[in-house]
């Protein structure tokens, strides 16, 4: 198991040797908020690198609560201890303690789930290649289907209802547990009980290894460089950098974040440090001492920039355009963020298994606490977002 960093924001992976890893959130592993970073300071600065979320991650309703409660790591490894001296699961010991305890992004991990979350770090991993997400009640629903991937070659859908995985029904299950009952090995089947439309449909699939890319990049005839940034994996905030030297020169950047649940935080102050002269990124504190990230120097702070959010836009990438808009670097166009920014640390419990627990919270550069409430944009805009943030660059001069 990848040796445990000290803190973490939400989940799914720790970084080996790390001083300290905070977890910027985005759901749990098939769509909601993960992420850890690693920090270490050097002159000052907090480096962090870390990661939010997973290739499956669960999504909460944007904006729904804030961190809740907190469980008391000692009740927590006490019931694990207490479980596996019976022979029992230390994990659901302990997950039932975080669950009463009201801590929203509080969950419990064993050996193998943490591994498999491990390798998303460098955006690829073995699965069928669904997002999905917990709704009320328990449901667990297709978010999501990567292209060209199993589940999309299968058929699966967006809004597709899952109702069991091998057999094993999902209903009610966190959605950390569905995505360790998708992964597995490469080429082994996978039988998926689905409902759609009222309809139950049963699909084998076969897992693969897959792997995502992070950072696109597209030129518009008007002088617009369009960079999407679909999750901070690592060698994406360099690439964001390589994208804006590259934009033609007087030409405006939307920096697209929608759908982005956030990743390593070290990729997003450095895609941050793109548009920035250094300065300040975000603070963190945990368990009262506060911390900062700063942005390097050098970014270009002159070009016309429109940062694109929505709903979907979590964790490490609302740190990102926090800083952007606070910093008076961008005008966001969008729709309201998702909310995540609450940090856990990580703890391995006995047994194996590990908890990751809420310590603190992260703040913009104003002192913005967006957990629970996210950023509200410049500019509302829904399905036309990308329309108006095009209007929003040609009246800062971009473009005939």
Known sequence: MPGLPALCLRPRELRRGAALT??????????????????????????????????????????????????DREAVARAAAEAVAEGKSGKK??????????DRWGTVYDRGEYAAFAEDL????????????RMPGGRIEVDRVQPDSPAARAGLRAGDRLLSVDGQAV???????????????????????????GADLTETVRRERMRTEPVTVRRLADGITVIKVASF??????????????????GGVMLDLRGNR??????????ASAFLDGGLVATYDVRGSERALYARPGGDTARPLVALVDGGTMSAAELVTGALQDRGRAVTVGTRTFGKGTVQMPTELPGGSVAELTVGTYRTPAGRSLDGAG?????????RAEERARAVLGGLGVGP
């Open 22 to 71: 905070l977890v910027f959130l985005v759901s749990v592993a098939t769509a909601a908020g993960t992420g850890c970073w690693d920090a270490a300071e050097a002159g000052g600065d907090v480096r962090t690198v870390a990661r939010t979320s997973g290739p499956q991650a669960e999504d909460a309703p944007p904006g729904v609560g804030g961190a809740g409660g907190t469980a």
């Open 171 to 197: 209903t009610g299950l966190a959605v950390a547990d569905v995505v360790a009952l998708l992964r597995g090995r490469a080429g082994t089947p996978v039988v998926l009980g689905l409902s759609r439309d």
């Open 375 to 383: 950023i509200t944009p410049d500019l509302e805009a829904g399905e």
């Open 262 to 271: 956030g990743g390593l935080v070290t990729e997003a102050v450095t895609a």
């Open 233 to 250: 994996t690592r060698g994406s905030g360099e690439r964001v950098r390589d994208a804006v030297r590259a934009a033609p020169p007087g």
């Open 122 to 133: 460098d955006g690829c991993w073995t699965g069928v290649g669904l997002w999905a997400r």
């Open 93 to 102: 010991a302990a997950q039932e303690v975080v669950s009463r305890s009201g």
